[in-house]
């Protein structure tokens, strides 16, 4: 189990969606919970008002679906399995350079 960061930027602005994944068995991935995708993005419905959560969640669920998030998520446990286990960190800083390398972009 895990957690992907997609996103990109666009002028000056950026935008991200992350979301929980299992693996179901060996070689199968899945979005653990497709309602609880986090995102910075904010829909708008037909007459200009902000969708809630649960009116975003099968956009969402479609943008996500046409990512090649599992073959990265399977390359990624693939690349883990080959190196040595690393001692638990107690605190890990993010920073935006860091995640912004390693965050597959999607937004032109």
């Known amino acids: 189990m895990g957690q992907t960061v997609w996103g990109g930027r666009a ?3 950026a935008a991200g969606i992350s979301w929980d994944w299992i693996e179901v068995s060996e070689g199968i991935i899945a979005i653990a919970d497709p309602m609880m995708m986090t995102t ?8 200009g008002e902000v969708l809630t959560a649960h ?6 669920n479609s943008l996500v ?3 090649p998030w599992q073959a990265e998520v399977s ?3 693939e690349q883990a399995q080959h190196q040595p286990p690393r001692p638990p960190a107690l605190f890990t800083s993010v920073t ?4 912004s390398a390693g965050v597959s ?3 032109s």
């Open 65 to 67: 679906h046409r990512l």
């Open 105 to 107: 972009g999607w937004l």
């Open 40 to 47: 910075n993005l904010r829909l708008l419905g037909a007459e």
């Open 11 to 13: 002028g000056d602005s």
């Open 96 to 99: 935006s350079r860091s995640l």
């Open 55 to 60: 009116e975003v969640a099968p956009h969402l």
């Open 75 to 77: 390359r990624a446990l």
